[in-house]
């Protein structure tokens, strides 16, 4: 079984440019959570999905992120412009969500994109 | 607050020998699930063992187990007879109920030593 899809892997790109990052969830999960990693800030939440609808974008740093899911096999984290300072990995994960439960529904994280702005 | 705090930024540990990887928690839910996640310098994350509130034993999977201890709100991770493939960040996480999300911790480096 396929686990969650990212592409591309790695992203090179000069500040200004549109920047578009993939993610493929896996079959059957309803939540859908992407994720940046610095050195600095660690693991931060950006924004997460439930059965496609963006639930909490509280993550998000601004208003040049945006992210969507049109469908539950597909979501896009979009940066424009970019800049320098968004040059960090950026993961997708999905995870099985059951409502009133704290339950074993571990996240499952893609490879993750390695962005770097120049 | 912080809800996960992983205080070892790093942890060195000999091949072969046992290592605790300590996280502490904050909230006031009844009701709750504690995570660790590895993520090796290749980069992707590893989910290693769940334990939920009300289990009453301590979860283990193989040789990873978590220390539990509910009232102090400590979820340690051990890792007994460490290899050179252990070394990597490790990651503390909670979910309570009601929420799909995860609040990672800062997390620990490990490294593993011949």
């Known amino acids: 079984d396929a686990g969650v899809i990212q592409s591309p892997r790695h992203e090179v790109t000069e500040m200004g440019q549109e920047v578009t990052l993939r993610c493929k969830p896996i079959?059957?999960?309803?939540?859908l959570f992407w994720y940046r990693q610095t050195m600095m800030r660690g693991l931060e939440l950006l924004i997460y999905f439930n059965n496609n609808v963006p639930i909490d974008d509280s993550g998000m740093p601004e208003d040049r992120f945006s992210a969507k899911m049109p469908n539950a096999s597909f979501s896009t984290l979009k940066i424009q412009p970019s800049e320098p300072r968004d040059s960090a990995v950026y993961f997708c994960a999905s995870s099985l969500f059951v409502m009133g439960t704290s339950g074993y529904n571990e996240q499952f994280f893609g490879p993750g994109t390695r962005l770097t702005v120049l | 607050a912080q809800k996960i705090t992983q205080t070892q930024p790093g942890m060195f540990v000999q091949e072969k020998e046992a290592v605790t990887l300590d996280c502490t928690y904050d909230?006031?839910?009844?009701?709750?699930?504690l995570f660790w996640y590895k993520q090796p310098s290749s980069g992707e994350m590893i989910f290693l063992i769940y334990q939920g509130s009300y289990d009453e034993q301590n979860a283990t999977e193989g040789r990873y187990s978590l220390n539990f201890q509910k009232a102090r709100k400590s979820a340690n991770l051990v890792i007994s007879a460490s290899q050179l493939g252990d070394s990597a960040m490790y990651f503390c996480a909670m979910r309570e109920r009601g929420y799909s999300t995860l609040t990672f911790g800062k997390g620990t480096m490990l490294l593993v030593s011949p």
């Open positions: 079959s059957g999960h309803n939540s």
């Open positions: 909230t006031s839910d009844q009701s709750y699930g």
